[in-house]
């Protein structure tokens, strides 16, 4: 199941950019991300699949969303153009940004490469 996510919880659970300068992942499993806003058709398109990503990969990834609309300091922070917009943090390492409606099995290929954790259904 997918988190929402509030300036307070991201501080808390991602990281905490009013206190470090350097990209400091707070978790200890991997996570993505999801920017979205209730107006926006490709975001209600993701979000049944952020979902059904989330239960797939319960325990090896974690899922979040953030209203853009209520949270626009969040989308400021990463420079949210549009959305949907999907972050994807590996446990070490930078976070990457990918911005669009992905179906899923591309989301699935991101995740493996990215977050590196194989996929589920077939590992």
Known sequence: MTENLTKQTFLEKIFDFEKNSEWKYQGSIPAVIDFWAPWCAPCRMVGP??????????GKVNFFKINTDEEQELSGAFGIRSIPSLLFIPAEGQPKMATGAYPKADLKKIIEQELNVPDPVIA
């Open 49 to 58: 699949v952020i979902e059904e990503l989330s239960e797939e990969y319960k």
